[in-house]
C-alpha cells in the first residue's frame, strides 16, 4: 500500500475551531470567512509527510498529535526585556516593531515622528493584509495552516523614491509558558518605484519550551527598488521554527537576503523568489550552524521568468556531532530567460563524525543562452591548515574556531555596515565558544 504523501492532524482543526471566535478580526466576515477557507484547504492536504520530495529532510511526524494552540500572553516583563535588550540597537533611530508571542507589543515598539514609512498591524487593522490572507492556488498547506491561525503581523510601504535613514527592526520574542504553543505571523512589505530600504529582523525565545514560530512573508519590489533584510534566528533549543519567504522583484530592482541559524532544534527556512521584469538582481546568503539534534533545513526556488535578470545564492553550514543540516536549491530558467546569470555554492563543514550534511543544488534550464553554475561540498577541517596554526601557538581549540570562523565569514564579509557584521560574526564566534572551542 502506498505511504500517503501528507499526514492528518484533527487536534489543529480542533484547535482553530476553539479559538477562531477569540482570533483578531473575527467580528469581520471576510476575516472569518478567509480564515475558514484557509483552514478547509489545510485539512484537504494535511502536514507534509516524509515522501514530499520538498520535506525530505524536515520530518514533521512529531506535529500530527498537538494542537499548537495560539500562544498566551503572560506577563514576562523582565524576560522580554532581556530578548529585547539582545536584539536591539540603540544607535539606529528607525521603526522598531516588537512582538510577543505572536502580538505587537505597543510598550517596546516605536514609530520615529518623520514616519519614513507606512506600518500597519494585522491585530489593528486587518484590511491591509486581505492580500496575503486569501489563499491561493498553489499555497502550500503550511501557509494555509498560517492563514488560518494568524494571530498578528506587519505590513510596510516604503513609499517609492524614498531611501530609509535608519534600518527597521523587528523583534520576535517567545517567552516562558509556551510548552506546545504557536505563533503564527505574517508580514507584507512593499518597496515603491526606486526606494531604498534595510530590514534587521531577530527570532528568540525561551528554552526549555517546545513551542512552534511560524512566518510567513511576502515581498513586493517595484522597478529600482532594492531592499536588505538580514535575519537572526536564536529561538530556544527545544522550539519548531519555521520561515517562508516569497519575493517577487520587478525591472532593475536588487533584493537582498542574508540569515543566521543558530537556535531551534527544528528550522526549515524557505525563500521562494519570482523576478516580474529584467535586469532584476537577488542574492541570498545564510549560514547555518548546529548540534545534538538540531536540524536545520534551508529551501529556496529562483523562479527566472525574464531575461537579464541575475541571481546569486552562498550558504555555509558548521555541523558538530548530532547536528544534521540540508540545502535544497534549484533554479528554474525559463525558455524566454535569455542572459541570465545564476550561481549557487553550498558548502558543509563537519566537526564530528556523528553530524550530517546533506545538499540538493538544481538547475532547470530552458533557454540556451545563460551562465548557470551550482556548487555543493561537505567536508571536515583542513588537517595541514591545523598544524599549521599550531605550529604557530595556538592549541588545538583556537586553532579549529580560527578556521571555522574563516570558513563561514564569507557569508558575511561584503556587508558595508561595521556593527551588522560584527553581530553575525558576535552570534556565531558565541556558538563557536562553546560547541568547538572546549
Known amino acids: 500500500m502506498a505511504m ?58 512529531f506535529l500530527t498529535s498537538e494542537g499548537f494552540a495560539p ?24 521603526h522598531v516593531l516588537v512582538f510577543v508571542n505572536g502580538i505587537i507589543n505597543q510598550n517596546l515598539s516605536f514609530c520615529p515622528s518623520d514616519r519614513e514609512i507606512d506600518v500597519a498591524i494585522f491585530s489593528e487593522n486587518t484590511i491591509e493584509f486581505r492580500g496575503t490572507l486569501v489563499p491561493v492556488e498553489d499555497s502550500s498547506p503550511l501557509n494555509n495552516l498560517n492563514r488560518a491561525l494568524v494571530t498578528d503581523g506587519y505590513h510596510i510601504d516604503v513609499p517609492a523614491g524614498k531611501t530609509l535613514t535608519h534600518p527597521v527592526q523587528i523583534i520576535h520574542i ?79 530592482a536588487k533584493f537582498n537576503q542574508m540569515s543566521l541559524q543558530l537556535g531551534a532544534e527544528v528550522s526549515r527556512t524557505e525563500l521562494i523568489n519570482s523576478f516580474t521584469g529584467e535586469n532584476a538582481v537577488v542574492d541570498l546568503r545564510g549560514a547555518y550552524l548546529g548540534r545534538v539534534k538540531q536540524s536545520h533545513d534551508i529551501f529556496t526556488r529562483i523562479n527566472h521568468d525574464m ?23 534549484k533554479v528554474v530558467v525559463a525558455q524566454d530567460a535569455q542572459k541570465t546569470n545564476a550561481d549557487q555554492s553550498n558548502k558543509n563543514l563537519l566537526l564530528s563524525r556523528k553530524a550530517e550534511a546533506n545538499a540538493k543544488p538544481e538547475l532547470l534550464i530552458y533557454a540556451d543562452d545563460v551562465k548557470c553554475s551550482h556548487g555543493a561540498t561537505v567536508g571536515e577541517l583542513d588537517t595541514d591548515q591545523l598544524f599549521y596554526l599550531k605550529s604557530r601557538g595556538l592549541d588545538e581549540a583556537a586553532a579549529k574556531g580560527l578556521l571555522v ?29 562553546t560547541q568547538v572551542v572546549s
Open 71 to 94: 500562544a498566551t500572553q503572560e506577563d514576562h516583563a523582565e524576560e522580554i526585556k532581556q530578548y529585547f535588550d539582545q536584539a536591539y540597537r540603540p544607535d539606529l533611530a528607525g
Open 174 to 252: 517567545v517567552t516562558r509558558g509556551t510548552d506546545l504553543q504557536a505563533v503564527r505571523t505574517r508580514a507584507q512589505v512593499n518597496v515603491g518605484a526606486g526606494a531604498k530600504a534595510e530590514i534587521i529582523e531577530s527570532f528568540l525565545g525561551a528554552e526549555g519550551e517546545r513551542y512552534w514560530s511560524h512566518m510567513v512573508s511576502d515581498i513586493i519590489l517595484a522597478p529600482k527598488a532594492e531592499l536588505s533584510l538580514y535575519q537572526f534566528q536564536l529561538q530556544g533549543r527545544q522550539a519548531i521554527h519555521m520561515t517562508e519567504l516569497h519575493s517577487s522583484v520587478a525591472a532593475e
Open 4 to 61: 500517503k504523501l501528507h499526514l492528518d492532524n484533527p487536534a489543529l482543526r480542533d484547535t482553530f475551531e476553539s479559538v477562531k471566535e477569540t482570533l483578531p478580526g473575527a467580528g469581520q466576515d471576510w476575516v472569518l470567512d478567509t480564515r475558514q477557507a484557509a483552514m478547509d484547504k489545510f485539512t484537504m492536504v494535511g502536514i507534509p509527510g516524509p515522501k514530499v520530495e520538498e520535506w525530505k529532510y524536515t520530518r514533521l511526524g
Open 405 to 433: 570562523e574563516a570558513f563561514i565569514s564569507e557569508v558575511f564579509d561584503d556587508l558595508s555596515d561595521d556593527k551588522l557584521k560584527d553581530s553575525f560574526k558576535a552570534k556565531t564566534a558565541g556558538w563557536l565558544n
Open 307 to 329: 531575461p537579464h535578470c541575475n541571481s546569486n545564492q552562498l550558504f555555509r553550514g558548521v555541523l558538530d556531532e548530532g547536528g544534521t543540516s540540508a540545502f535544497q536549491g
